[in-house]
């Protein structure tokens, strides 16, 4: 069953705004703070500089903008689970932005002040239902806004780590649906009911082919927390390293995600 046709989980669009909006708060905050030499720093994202990436963070919320700006497409063909498989397909381009915003807005705070007064508009002026032409395929804006969760608790892990002592905090609700997100991406990748993968407090997901577990304590199972869990599927954190420094908690035959990992990349 492919991600488009497979029953998805539901957002309350919201509370998807309302995280969306405080995450990207969130970062602004830090942001404001950087030095020029915090700036210039390298981040794990390749050539990327700490600029560079917070000109990355402000296109997570200009893309909304920018396929609004495109005719709405008749039917939708895409739904949030088919998002996560197609972003390393645009990686190219989407560098090549992130370098262009970052020399043509030398003043970050301004740049992203005035990314997320657009984006406020943007949602005030057209329902969740708006069809979007994304990248992707059409999808409504309101599942649209789900994919920006996890662009921006990903990238404010990758800005916590690459600044020493900067510790961004990380909103509930939209660590959860990032977590969500990427939770179902795996079922999809792996469909089955033989592993049970435990993301406490935010999900549990059956996945893996085999026996399919009914009752009782499933033979395989893993566990860990959401933002370990976030890395895995990134990349950001392989799975072997997760093991070993006992991030991961995998016990069972099929427990063993290393060879479905990372879903993005």
């Given amino acids: 069953m492919s991600p488009a046709k497979k029953r998805t989980r539901t957002y ?61 497409p008749v039917n939708q063909d895409a739904t949030v689970l088919d998002w996560p498989f197609a972003t390393s397909a645009n990686s190219g381009p989407i560098a090549d932005m992130a370098h262009l915003l970052a020399d043509r807005n030398p003043d970050p705070d301004a740049f992203l002040a005035d990314i997320e007064q657009r984006f406020t508009e943007h949602l005030d002026a057209h329902p969740g239902t708006r ?11 309101a599942d649209y806004v789900v994919t920006r969760t996890v662009e ?20 509930r609700q939209a660590l959860a649906a990032c977590t969500r997100l990427l939770a179902d991406a795996l079922a999809v990748a792996a469909p089955g009911g033989s592993t049970e993968v435990r993301i406490p407090p935010y999900a549990v997901v059956q996945c893996v082919e085999g026996p399919r577990h009914t009752r009782g304590t499933p033979p395989n199972v893993v566990e860990t927390d959401p933002l370990t869990w976030i890395r895995l599927a990134t990349g950001r954190v392989a799975w072997k390293d997760a093991v070993d420094e006992a991030k991961v908690s995998a016990s069972g035959e099929r427990a063993d995600l290393g060879g479905l990992l990372p879903l993005m990349a």
């Fill in 12 to 72: 309350d669009p919201a509370k998807t705004r309302t995280a969306v909006l405080a995450q990207f708060g969130n970062v602004r905050e830090a942001v404001r703070t950087l030095t020029p030499d915090q700036l210039a720093l390298p981040t794990r994202l390749g050539e990327w500089t700490v600029r560079e990436l917070v000109a990355h963070i402000g296109m997570a919320l200009m893309a909304v903008g920018r396929f609004l700006d495109k005719p709405e």
């Fill in 152 to 171: 921006l608790v990903v990238h404010t892990d990758d800005l916590n780590a690459a600044v020493p002592g900067l510790d961004i905090p990380y909103d």
């Fill in 131 to 141: 069809l979007l032409a994304t990248n992707v395929g059409a999808m409504p804006l």
